[in-house]
């Protein structure tokens, strides 16, 4: 096989896109039963492949889902590099769903330090909100969906805690003071873009956590990530489903690529979920 065919089919195959369908049976008794169906992006990363872009956008309607949840990570945080590749996908996605929108570093970096991005952060901001999409920067929004009422966090957390190599102290009682306590009364959702600190989501107490920043360990060997976007190897919890007493958390592997721009056996991802509230644990 010629070189450049075997090189085009490599890029292909490990960068095409995967829908990954998750079905989580929810133990909620206090809550009406009924089914929920929610669709979640992440690490976009100004993805310039349009025909990748194109079908997750009909892969998306396809799956018809009830809300869209954006885990952070649209755009590159870099200077003089342009947002309009996230804020077009935003565009067609706030033009038919309701999207709710958590911020991860690279959207956090542009906003926090102006000095060094100028306003592009602080624009980028203000075009989501113009478009309709549901920012949650430490919020929390409060919904009815199929008579099944929903509290979706979006969680930002310090900038310290993204740095290389190390893990930086942080914990559910740092959560509290940024977002206030879980919503018992509801399905409560956290967006949570950095799976690093999960023993301390869980301990939280929300009902599903969404999680990106890994890419999905940019390398999977039998379904297991390799490195993470931390340089650590191995990544516990870099890709995948978690279930821990009851609650669930799902780890995406992001829709593009940036500072390393290779996917190993870990194509980029949509995910869905179906979710079944129910009486029962059956």
Known sequence: MDGRIWE??????????SV????????????????????????????KDIACREKMLDS????????????????????????APALFLMRRLASRYRV???FGN?????VFRPEHYGTAGICYEERLRELGVHLLRNETAHLCVRNIPLAVTGLEIPFRNYKKWRKTAYSSQYMEAAIGKADKQSY????????????????WNPDL???GHMHGGVMRLFGRPVIGTDGKLFPRYGYGRLDRDGKTM?????????????????????????????????
């Open 8 to 17: 085009e089919e490599i890029h292909y195959i490990m960068k095409r896109l």
């Open 20 to 47: 990954k369908t998750y079905e989580i049976q929810a133990f909620r008794p206090d809550l009406q039963p009924g089914n929920l169906k929610l669709a979640f992006l992440t690490d976009y990363h100004n993805l």
């Open 60 to 83: 998306l309607a396809e799956y018809a889902p009830d809300l869209v949840l954006v885990g952070g990570d649209m755009l590159v945080a870099k200077r003089g590099c342009s947002y």
């Open 100 to 102: 709710y929108y958590a």
């Open 106 to 110: 690279h959207e956090y970096r542009m």
């Open 188 to 203: 409560q959702i956290l967006l949570a873009h950095n799976p690093v600190y999960a023993d301390e989501y869980f301990a």
């Open 209 to 211: 956590i969404f999680s």
């Open 250 to 282: 799902l780890v995406g592997a992001g829709l593009g690529e940036h500072t390393i721009p290779f996917r190993i056996f870990n194509p980029r991802e949509l995910v869905c979920v179906n979710i079944r509230l129910g009486s029962s644990r059956r």
